[in-house]
Every structure is written in structure tokens, then in C-alpha cells.
């Protein structure tokens, strides 16, 4: 069974969330990274290296530079007439190409893939994640977009798989690149870091939230995140926003500072190895998945935890 696989990049660097999407399409089959960009040479040559991979198909298209799913879609849907199965990371943009590939080739997409049980049968969380259900696909080809905290990263050095380049329609002329604005932080990516440091409502304002959420950040060397309460309420911006609608993370500590723990939000953290809850509420729903909780006034808590470390 050959499988393509979605390489997630910049034009610069992979992404970390395609080496939990290589990991996943091995289980199904021989791994065919595609590397689609403009000037990304140098990201299909670290494609080339990930361990698992067997070969890296390289588009360098302007038409691909900002990953528009219009012109990305009918390349992935023209490749996979040599192959079985297309994966994709659960990231923004693998939500964006999928279902326009699966669309294109008529088939059923399986999204937010857990687990890979057989060739055409795979797990994915419903109901915010509290079911999982077991889903067996009958297509000929199979579209998936695998969840990455369900999944070992493979390694990004040790593969020495041969890079062939491919072309395809370019610019479909459907939709155009206008503009991005990027928020830029010191500190870790959220679905990369491996210590989280989340804020919720009870922080009453946006002062509050990096008056104390960011000192303790910065001790211990880790990412920034929020409820949704805490971003509809304008304490931060939508990207720090993790759960259902946010960014779904899985890092070794988590600490909710604040945090009721509402089913939405739990569906985004609660794979987390450590969970450290503090609120003042003792019948919060988040003491029910954490591992340590402390109740007491996060206003006096976390100061005094900060000093501390």
C-alpha cells in the first residue's frame, strides 16, 4: 500500500506535526512525502531524512507558495493515481486540503484519526472526544487527517529517501494569497511544547493574564495557552486558544490556571501526561482529569508558585 503524506511547512522548515503523520501513514503502508511550496528545495531535502519516508515528491510552484487549498488539492488528487491513502497532519491547513482531495476523488474523509487498527479501519474521538469511534472505509483510496498528539513523532533524521519532482495545474485562479499576519513568540509553539501554562476566565481581564500566566511561562520554559472563555473575552488573541476550537495538545505538564474545565476544553488537553489544575472551585470538572489539583486563589497561588521556582 503506498501512502502520500502532506508535508506541513514554511518554504523553510517541516513542521513538527508531519512527523506524527509519517508515523501514522506507516502503519498503513510504504510512506511518499509530498512537499508542496515555492523554494522549498531545502524542506524536501529535511523531508528526504525523516526517518520512515522512501521518497519525497518536490512541487516548487509559486502557485503553492502559500499553500492554497484550491491549488494544492488537484495536485494531491492527480498524484493519487499512484497511491492508496493520502494523510495529512489535524493541523489548519490539513483541515483546508483534505476534504477538497477527498471531494475530488469522491470519497468519504476520516478526520482526526487516533489510532490505525487495519488498512481500512481506523479510531477517531466523537462527541468532543468523549467516544471513540471505530470507523471501517470501503473507499478505494482512503483520505485521512491523523490526530498528532495520537501519535510518536517519527524522527526527523536517520531516512535517506531519493527526491523526484512532480508538477501539476499551478494556479487554479479560484482564490489568491492577500496577506498573513503571524503572531511571533519567544516562546514554544503550543503543539510542540512540552510544558503548557493555561489561563481561563477567572483572570477577570487581560492584565491579569500575563501579570501572572506569563512570569510562570517563562520559569519553566513553556507555551501560553487559554480557554475560549479567556479569548471571547479578549484577555489574548485566538491562537492561544486551546480545545475543540483551538489547538488540540497533548504535552508532558499542563497546568489550567483558572480553568473550569468544560467539556470543549478538556477535548483539547486532556491527552496531556501531567495535569495540574488550580481554582478555587473544588467541584470544577477540571479536578476530575487532573493529576494534581490545588484548591485556593490563583491570585495568591500563582504568584507565591512563581516565586518559588
Known amino acids: 500500500m503506498s501512502v502520500l503524506v502532506w508535508v506541513e511547512h514554511d518554504n523553510a522548515s517541516v513542521k513538527d506535526a508531519t512527523l506524527a503523520a509519517v508515523t501514522a501513514a506507516g502503519k498503513l503502508g510504504d510512506v511518499v512525502a509530498l512537499v508542496a511550496g515555492q523554494g522549498a528545495q531545502g524542506v524536501a531535502d529535511a523531508a528526504a531524512k525523516i526517518a520512515g519516508v522512501s521518497k519525497v515528491l ?181 491562537d492561544y486558544q486551546v480545545g475543540q476550537t483551538g489547538k488540540i495538545v497533548a504535552p508532558e505538564v499542563y497546568i489550567a490556571i483558572g480553568i473550569s474545565g468544560a467539556i470543549q476544553h478538556l477535548a483539547g488537553m486532556k491527552d496531556s501526561k501531567t495535569i495540574i489544575a488550580i481554582n478555587k472551585d473544588e467541584d470544577a470538572p477540571i479536578f476530575q482529569v487532573a493529576d494534581i489539583g490545588l484548591v485556593g486563589d490563583l491570585f495568591k497561588v500563582v504568584p507565591e508558585l512563581t516565586e518559588k521556582l
Open 58 to 238: 518536490l512541487a516548487d510552484d509559486a502557485a503553492y507558495g502559500h499553500a492554497l487549498a484550491e491549488n494544492v488539492a488537484p495536485l494531491i488528487a492527480d498524484l493519487m493515481a499512484d497511491h492508496d491513502a493520502f494523510v495529512a497532519p489535524a493541523t489548519t491547513t490539513g483541515k483546508n486540503v483534505a476534504p477538497r482531495v477527498a471531494a475530488l476523488l469522491d470519497v468519504m474523509q476520516l478526520s482526526e484519526v487516533l489510532s490505525i487498527e487495519s488498512a481500512d479501519t481506523f479510531t477517531r474521538p466523537i462527541y468532543a472526544g468523549n467516544a471513540i469511534a471505530t470507523v471501517k472505509s470501503s473507499d478505494a483510496k482512503k483520505v485521512l487527517t491523523v490526530r498528532g498528539t495520537a501519535f510518536e513523532k517519527a524522527a526527523s533524521e536517520g531516512g535517506s529517501a531519493s527526491v523526484e519532482t512532480v508538477s501539476g495545474k499551478g494556479d487554479t485562479g479560484l482564490s489568491s494569497f492577500v496577506g498573513a499576519e503571524i503572531a511571533k513568540s519567544e516562546r514554544p509553539e503550543l503543539t510542540s511544547a512540552k510544558v503548557i501554562v493555561s489561563g481561563g476566565r477567572a483572570l477577570q481581564n487581560g492584565e491579569n493574564f500575563h501579570s501572572l500566566i506569563d512570569p510562570l511561562a517563562d520559569k519553566l520554559g513553556a507555551g501560553v495557552g487559554a480557554s475560549r472563555a479567556a479569548v471571547d473575552a479578549g484577555y489574548v488573541p485566538n
